[in-house]
């Protein structure tokens, strides 16, 4: 295997393993939040049903794919032009 296909590949391993780190911390802040607000207001009905736990974790979960992506967006704006131009260049031998 290529010394680049190996930097390719380490490459994507390390962006895998950090995408997968913010996504259980990200997980677990924003459906923690959820059911937080859920269970908030003491004096409410007792209408803690399966609906609103499904709701709150549908709510959370859709709060860290929109951090997720935003993440992801920032991190390949941040990528310098050196690193595109490679990225091109390795594209157009191939």
Do not use: W
């Not at 990200?26 to 859920?38: F, M, P, Q, R």
């Not at 951090?67 to 390795?90: C, H, N, Y």
Request: aromatic share 2%.
């Amino acid at each position: 295997m290529s010394d680049l296909m190996k930097g390719v590949i380490k490459g994507v391993k390390k962006e895998i393993q950090y995408f997968a780190d913010v996504a259980l911390k990200s997980g677990a802040i924003h459906v923690g939040k959820e059911l937080a607000n859920v269970t908030r207001d003491v004096n409410q009905p007792s209408e803690l049903n399966l609906e609103t736990i499904s709701n709150a974790l549908k709510s959370g979960i859709m709060a860290t794919g929109q951090e997720l992506m935003t993440t992801g967006l920032e991190r390949v704006k941040a990528t310098s032009p050196q690193d595109q131009k490679k990225s091109k260049a390795s594209k157009k031998s191939t």
